[in-house]
């Protein structure tokens, strides 16, 4: 692979660069080769470039340093408060690969003064931190305590807020941020990452008992029996108030332990897929842990044409580029064409009728990677777009209000000149958080939120640069992606960089970098980018990215690396669950959570994998150029059953309920949905014993086609 190849060229125009992004989307292009199998190893030019802070605020930490080695702690403190007011742009190394916002690293050396020096600075913010302490914890305004946490954390009201904003997390079932917020307590419980609050007044073994506590509410038991051993030997006599009751801690978390075990997991009560990978966390297993099993029948219920996208190779069998997304039972999907919606229940599969939610204006260029998001009647989604005065091409994020049949209510446009807009809307409690990119000197990537009902920019976070791929026809091949859990943002670049930020306000929590390695074969061919997002599993992070042949494990809190293994070529993150780690390309294997060790063995009898699969109860919908196998979840290997095609080419699998909220299992409708290149497929399910399908056939059985 040359080096050409791997550079943005800073002598083209942004507009045009944008023109042959999008473009670039929807071409399947052949590397440059140097051998089979070759790999080039990150180094130098191909390593992710963090952004740095304006040299304004770098010049404010150095004088930071200098009041405190001069003990000019009025000083130190006027300037502290000064860049602790405002979250600056930019990322500050801590250790290798590993970088923290400017507002966090100005905590940092706030935490490591001597006492008199975090005397003077408390003394400067106490009076203001506590009378936001005594209004959050009055209103149970969880905003509020962060500000205490942010602006003001090393002020003596800090780890009462974090004790407050646990509480308050632990209640409403966040609890990835009520970790976040106990953890920080301590350092014994903050890790090596993780700032702590300094000489904090809080009982450490009331903290630790409360993390167990979040353990066990989120069911993670192994965990949770670890920290309760660990509690019984460091303080075997701690005792207070915990899960509702008085008592001893170690007892009162056994208790609570033996009855979580009991209990069956709480189901959701929306069977809705309204995002890319189902929900905003991007996790690709049905959360309703549905019910399924190889007894259950399939039978048609929609089939209708969708609009292609311009060829690619001819005889070549390629991932189908969109997916479809399902709201209360409306099916919405876009392609060449624009945005459609169309209900699944009609009296033939035939007779589906689809309405347009936004027609694509002529000559618009294909979107390969978006897809729309929806929240209650509000959908949003990246289209291509051109103003009336110009000739090229860019994209805009646009919102439709399904309530009034699709009526646009905003559309927005990047902030940055020559910028795009990248992958699926993330619509967070009022908010929509998008992925953007510009091309100069490289790739620019950022994150941008904006009012959901307004457009209105509400924050931006840049987090770097990095080379990345080009297609022949000079386009850099991009496939950047959004997940969030507990209003935590996740981007997964698969350009060198992994980044936590949080939601409400795009404060900096974490960024990782990673080495980079880009494959290559003799005869090789770069298929358009499949969305790989990072995927939120009890407290982990698990991210495979393009530039990379490694699968990490990560502690979403603090970016802490629990394990990264290997993963096989051409393979994807598909679905975490209790089990482990679902991997999915020409075929699946497994991972377990707890040691990253590759199973070979789990779904060595699958091939030829073409599209996304999904995971639902019991079952691996698995798509193959023609058919969609019906695998078992817990061995990997496929049943007898499948779901016929209407055409050659694979599809993209997502299953839904569509009467949400039935209170009986029995009574809910649900559908598998598969979008290919040129087809959008729908299956019901049917009672088991039903007379079957000539659309659910005998794996192996002549194609119905």
Not at 45 to 56: D, H, K, Q, T
Not at 121 to 147: C, F, I, P
Not at 437 to 457: H, N
């Amino acid at each position: 692979m040359n080096k050409q190849a791997l550079r943005g060229d800073g002598r083209r125009s942004g507009i045009s660069i944008v023109v042959a992004a999008l473009a670039g989307l929807l071409v399947y292009s052949t590397v440059v080769a140097q051998g089979p199998n070759h790999r080039m190893q990150a180094a130098g030019e191909l390593a992710a470039r963090p952004a740095r802070p304006s040299g304004e605020i770098l010049r404010g930490l150095e004088r930071l340093k200098w009041f405190a080695k001069q003990h000019a702690w009025d000083d130190f403190a006027d300037l502290a408060t000064q860049l602790s007011a405002d979250e600056a742009q930019g990322w500050m190394l801590l250790r290798d690969g590993y970088y923290i916002g400017v507002r966090d690293a100005v905590n940092r050396q706030i935490a490591a003064l001597p006492r008199e020096g975090l005397a003077a600075y408390r003394q400067r913010v106490d009076g203001l931190a506590a009378s936001w302490l005594k209004q959050g914890v009055a209103e149970r305004d969880d905003a509020l305590l962060r500000k205490v946490i942010r602006e003001a954390f090393c002020s003596t009201s800090a780890d009462d807020a974090l004790w407050s904003l646990g509480e308050i997390a632990l209640e409403r079932g966040d609890y990835t941020a009520a970790r976040l917020a106990w953890r920080r307590v301590h350092k014994e419980t903050a890790g090596d990452e993780l700032l702590a609050y300094p000489n904090s007044r809080i009982d450490l073994d009331a903290v630790r008992a409360r993390l167990a506590l979040v353990s066990i509410r989120e069911r993670s038991f192994a965990q949770a029996e670890q920290e309760i051993a660990e509690l019984a030997e460091q303080h075997p006599t701690a005792s207070g108030h915990l899960a509702g009751v008085e008592g001893a801690f170690v007892a009162t978390l056994r208790q609570v332990l033996d009855e979580a075990k009991k209990e069956r997991p709480r189901q959701p009560s929306t069977g809705n897929w309204p995002t890319l990978g189902g929900s905003y966390r991007r996790s690709n297993v049905n959360v309703n842990e549905l019910r399924f099993n190889e007894q259950d029948k399939w039978q048609q219920a929609a089939s209708l044409p969708i609009t292609e996208r311009p060829d690619g190779p001819e005889q070549v069998v390629l991932p189908p580029p969109g997916f479809p997304i399902v709201v209360n039972g409306r099916i919405i999907f876009q392609d060449a064409a624009g945005i459609h919606g169309c209900s699944i229940e009609a009296e033939k599969p035939t007779a589906v009728k689809t309405r347009d939610l936004w027609k694509a204006p002529p000559g618009a260029p294909a979107i390969n990677v978006p897809t729309p998001s929806v929240n209650y009647d509000r959908l949003v989604a990246i289209v291509p777009y051109r103003a009336p005065e110009k000739s090229e091409w860019s994209t805009q994020l646009i919102g439709l209000d399904l309530s009034r049949d699709g009526a646009l209510f905003f559309q927005r446009s990047p902030e940055t000149a020559g910028a795009v807009f990248f992958g699926s809307p993330l619509v967070y409690r009022s908010r929509v958080i998008i992925a953007e990119c510009a091309i100069a000197q490289g790739v620019r990537m950022a994150v941008s939120c904006y009012d959901v009902w307004t457009g209105a920019l509400r924050w931006r976070r840049e987090l770097g640069s990095a080379y990345m791929p080009l297609a022949p026809n000079g386009a850099p091949l991009v496939n950047f992606v959004l997940s969030e859990d507990s209003g935590i943002v996740y981007a997964n670049t698969n350009a060198g960089m992994i980044a936590a930020i949080h939601a409400d306000d795009g404060a900096p929590l974490w960024l990782r970098t990673y080495d980079r390695t880009f494959a290559a074969g003799s005869d090789a061919v770069l298929e358009p980018p499949t969305p790989n997002p990072g995927i939120l599993h009890r407290g982990n992070l698990l991210v495979a990215a393009d530039d990379s042949q490694d699968t990490h494990c990560l502690d979403a809190a603090d970016g802490h690396s629990f394990w990264r293994t290997t993963r096989p070529d051409g393979s994807r993150l598909l679905a975490v669950d209790d089990r482990g780690v679902l991997l999915a390309g020409h075929r699946l294997w497994r991972v377990p959570l707890n040691n990253g060790q590759l199973d070979s063995k789990y779904g060595e009898e699958l091939a030829a994998g073409v599209g996304q699969a999904t995971v639902a109860g019991d079952l691996v919908f698995w798509p193959t150029p023609g058919e969609i196998l019906l695998v078992d979840r817990a061995t990997g290997k496929p049943t007898s059953r499948a779901l016929a095609l209407p055409a050659i080419g694979g599809t993209n699998v997502v299953v839904a309920k569509v009467r949400a909220g039935e209170a009986s299992e029995a009574k809910a409708d649900y559908y598998v949905v598969a979008q290919g290149s040129a087809h959008l497929t729908a299956w019901s399910r049917t009672t088991a014993g039903a007379e079957e399908s000539n659309q659910t056939s005998q794996r192996g059985a002549p194609d119905a086609r």
